[in-house]
């Protein structure tokens, strides 16, 4: 693979790791936060806590192939599927960067 495109899609996934991260940080505040006496107001907030811990798995998923994808590229292994071993095609890896499929894999998976 063409060193500098790895290298930009690396910048790419630190990025994001570092976004996810701090991300990750404010649902936790804004969940464990503190909660209003009035109770149409906690009913409100606990809907609210809701969608916020819905981003938060969200945001832990991606967070897990994004360093996932990290370590793959550590190791030498980022542009070989998980699967069957092909080489993933360099697109492909631009377009979705925390994939460890080849296309080819990813919509059987699909
Ligand atoms: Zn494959």
Do not use: F
């Amino acid at each position: 693979m063409n060193d500098s495109a790895l290298q930009s899609i690396k910048d790419r996934l630190i990025e994001r790791q570092q976004q996810l991260l701090v991300r990750i940080e404010q649902v936790k505040k804004d969940v464990t936060g503190e909660h209003s006496a009035d109770w149409s107001e906690q009913a409100q907030e606990r809907q609210n806590d809701e969608v916020v811990e819905a981003i938060g798995n969200e945001s832990r998923q991606e967070l897990k192939r994004v360093t996932h994808a990290l370590e793959r590229i550590a190791n030498g292994e980022y542009s070989q599927c998980s699967s069957c071993g092909a080489e993933i095609n360099i697109k492909r890896l631009e377009a979705v960067p925390d994939t460890d499929l080849c296309i080819s894999c990813a919509s059987h998976a699909a």
